[in-house]
């Protein structure tokens, strides 16, 4: 089973730093390249961790060269940007957990040249809500933090010209 090393910094990725990497990703000048990732997570198909090499050409999987995953999906670097793009917010566009307690959030890291995602995770926080219900400690629904629904992390993106 792969090692998924955390090189994250704990802090939430805005929606500005998310969309400026995005379209400096769009306008890499290649359309075909190879990337090996890292995935962890409770995200299905993930589990405890698994690592796909796969060459894309134009945004789809054209070959998997490695895969130890459990499904047959692969991941092109768009594909991330997607999974992770309504988990990004601040303040109350952030998207809630459905106790009403907990909030998804992005740390991530980017490549500064070409805008894809070294390392990303989502997770759970607490809102406000949870901890003045944990500090009441009356009627306390809220749920445990749990663990990240994903990590990503990229190992190599070499483009193929």
């Given at each position: 089973?792969?090692?998924?090393?955390?090189?994250?910094?704990?802090?939430e990725?805005?929606?500005?730093?998310?969309?400026?990497?995005?379209?400096?990703?769009?306008?890499?000048?290649?359309?075909?390249?190879?990337?090996?990732?890292?995935?962890?997570?409770?995200?299905p198909?993930?589990?405890?961790?698994?690592r796909?090499?796969?060459?894309?050409?134009?945004?789809?999987?054209?070959a998997?060269?490695?895969?130890?995953?459990?499904?047959?999906?692969?991941?092109?670097?768009?594909?991330?940007?997607?999974?992770?793009?309504?988990?990004?917010?601040?303040?109350?566009?952030r998207?809630?957990?459905?106790?009403?307690?907990?909030?998804?959030?992005?740390?991530?890291?980017?490549?500064?040249?070409?805008?894809?995602?070294?390392?990303?995770?989502?997770?759970?926080?607490?809102?406000?809500?949870?901890?003045?219900?944990?500090?009441?400690?009356?009627?306390?629904?809220?749920?445990?933090?749990?663990?990240?629904?994903?990590?990503?992390?990229?190992?190599?993106?070499?483009?193929?010209?």
């Amino acid at each position: 089973m792969p090692t998924l090393t955390y090189k994250n910094r704990g802090i939430e990725t805005s929606p500005q730093q998310f969309a400026t990497s995005w379209e400096l990703w769009r306008n890499r000048s290649f359309s075909r390249y190879r990337m090996t990732a890292t995935y962890a997570g409770t995200y299905p198909g993930i589990g405890g961790g698994c690592r796909q090499e796969v060459e894309i050409y134009q945004e789809r999987v054209v070959a998997v060269i490695e895969n130890t995953c459990s499904e047959t999906w692969s991941m092109t670097v768009t594909d991330i940007f997607e999974l992770i793009q309504h988990f990004v917010g601040t303040g109350p566009t952030r998207p809630e957990a459905s106790d009403g307690c907990n909030y998804y959030i992005v740390d991530a890291v980017y490549h500064a040249e070409l805008g894809y995602p070294l390392n990303i995770e989502n997770r759970l926080i607490g809102t406000e809500r949870r901890f003045f219900k944990v500090l009441s400690r009356s009627n306390y629904s809220c749920l445990a933090i749990l663990p990240p629904l994903y990590r990503i992390e990229i190992e190599s993106l070499v483009p193929l010209y």
